[in-house]
Antibody
Framework: QVQLVQSGAEVKKPGSSVKVSCKAS????????IGWVRQAPGQGLEWMGG????????HYAQKFQGRVTITADDSTNTAYMELSSLTSEDTAVFYC???????????????WGQGTLVTVSS | DIQMTQSPSTLSASVGDRVTITCRASQTISSWLAWYQQKPGKAPKVLIYKASSLQSGVPSRFSGSGSGTEFTLTINSLQPDDFATYYC?????????FGQGTKVEIK
């Protein structure tokens, strides 16, 4: 059973960037897609974007376009989400999640990381 | 973007009740809908995918139905472990979007 293990909590200054990692322990991302989901305190789930390693293609939510970059490193089975120009509104838990593929399209999220709390504060 | 609207936002129920949550999409998504359960401080967990397929390991009291723009999640005989927040999500087209969530509380 593949486990997604995310990097630890971060505290960042407004205007800076954060890069969160997500390592597939016991498996790979090669035949899957990866998504990132933000959850602000007490709020719902918000899809930020996704990356399909087999096609080397990323899709981003318009809200985060230009500020977020999602990548994956096949050699280390690790995915990354980098978010720039941070504000206090970005204080949230960030989850990575894996999707299976069917007919070259990603399916639902069937495996989630434990979440990474990012706090943006001066 | 496809908007997903869940109702109700909060639901009070008792152990043993049958509970139904509705999710509406702003445009057709065929059957590309998943339901997730989330407990406080934990990552979401998929319950139902492709609108009506039960994820492996999920109790059979959970079921999903619908296609197009109207979907439902039903929990038969609510158990203490089921008090949580439930989200629908469309994976028909990018950007993927979630409903705002339905919190199932103890009555």
């Amino acid at each position: 059973q593949v486990q997604l293990v995310q990097s630890g909590a971060e505290v960042k200054k407004p205007g800076s960037s954060v890069k969160v990692s997500c390592k597939a322990s016991g498996g790979t991302f090669s035949n899957y897609a990866i998504g990132w989901v933000r959850q602000a305190p007490g709020q719902g789930l918000e899809w930020m974007g996704g990356f399909i390693p087999m096609f080397d293609i990323a899709h981003y939510a318009q809200k985060f376009q230009g500020r977020v970059t999602i990548t994956a490193d096949d050699s280390t089975n690790t995915a990354y989400m980098e978010l720039s120009s941070l504000t206090s509104e970005d204080t949230a838990v960030f989850y990575c999640a894996r999707s299976g593929m069917e007919d070259a399209a990603p399916l639902h999220f069937d495996n989630w990381g434990q979440g990474t709390l990012v706090t943006v504060s001066s | 973007d496809i908007q997903m609207t869940q109702s109700p936002s909060t639901l009070s129920a008792s152990v043993g009740d049958r509970v139904t949550i509705t999710c509406r999409a702003s445009q057709t998504i065929s059957s590309w809908l998943a339901w997730y359960q989330q407990k406080p401080g934990k990552a979401p967990k998929v319950l139902i995918y492709k609108a009506s397929s039960l994820q492996s390991g999920v109790p059979s009291r959970f079921s999903g139905s619908g296609s197009g723009t109207e979907f439902t999640l039903t929990i038969n005989s609510l158990q203490p472990d089921d008090f949580a927040t439930y989200y629908c999500q469309q994976c028909n087209s990018y950007p993927w979007t979630f409903g705002q969530g339905t919190k199932v509380e103890i009555k």
